[in-house]
């Protein structure tokens, strides 16, 4: 679990700062679009859909986008469909990685993938491969100068989350997929910030890596999620605090 929110953290630091916002936005319109299809363009009545527009809202997309987002999901605006596939396998190290895709061509977007893999000295492997190694689930990340630990406990488990970690300097909130805008309601209301926010796949084992391995699997991992077609990359490696601290040095 800690390799993990360690990776989601660097992921949402990296976020802040990058400019290709527009590339960012395509890919939480997709998931807008893909939510609203599936489950209809009502947010309360659609969890996913009111998540998305969660992530969405979070990295100011515009109102107008989002409205958009969703008539495309209904099929107002014409276009080809966008489905949502999950693609699996293993990088450098025997690390397991899982790669949640939207696209409107699986036959570019397979083999655009495979050549990532292979070019960062990975693989990408059959369906079912590591999905046995992940939960999915919701994770929200909260410094601890932040909130109260049994304020914390009090709130999100009343809100329906399953557990509440501590690591070294945050608490990680653990909730089923269904629960997550219900927590991010009570987070909210409650106005507590977090650091990140996601529902994401959490490896139930993990893979420690050297500082060198962990640059190596990185670059795969970095180049999967610039990706246009790729919505969210889960890896099940472990960084120790040194390993971590080198690679933020």
């Given amino acids: 679990m800690a390799g993990h929110s360690q990776y989601s953290n660097i992921k949402h630091r990296k976020a802040a700062v990058d400019s290709k916002r527009a590339k960012l936005w395509t890919k939480l319109s997709r998931a807008i679009a893909v939510a609203a299809r599936l489950g209809g ?19 100011s997309m515009p109102k107008d986008n989002i409205e958009r987002a969703i008539k495309a999901g209904l099929g107002e605006l014409g276009g080809d469909a966008v489905e949502e596939v999950l693609y699996e396998g293993y990088g450098p190290h025997g690390v397991a990685v899982m790669c949640e895709v939207m696209t409107d061509n ?16 990975g693989n990408l ?11 999915r689930k919701g994770l929200f990340v909260i410094s601890k100068d932040r909130v ?15 557990d509440v970690r501590i690591e070294e300097q945050v ?3 653990l909730t089923s997929p269904d629960r997550f805008s219900q927590v ?17 796949r959490i490896p139930q084992t993990t893979v420690p890596l050297t500082t060198e391995q962990a640059r190596e699997v990185l670059q795969l991992i970095d180049a999967l999620d610039d990706h246009d077609d790729v919505q969210n990359v889960s890896a099940n490696f472990e960084l120790s605090p040194d390993v971590l601290a080198a690679l933020n040095a």
Avoid at 192 to 197: D, N, Y
């Fill in 41 to 59: 363009p009502d947010p309360a009545a659609n969890s996913r859909l009111k998540t998305a527009i969660i992530d969405a809202r979070a990295v």
């Fill in 106 to 121: 699986r036959n570019r977007t397979a083999p655009e993938l495979r050549k990532l893999f292979e070019k960062f000295g």
């Fill in 125 to 135: 492997g059959a369906s079912g491969c590591v999905g046995y190694l992940f939960d």
């Fill in 148 to 162: 109260n630990e049994e304020q914390l406990l009090e709130l999100v488990l009343e809100a329906g989350a399953e």
């Fill in 171 to 173: 608490f990680e909130v």
């Fill in 184 to 200: 991010n309601e009570a987070l909210e209301a409650a106005n507590i910030p977090c650091e990140s926010k996601q529902v994401t």
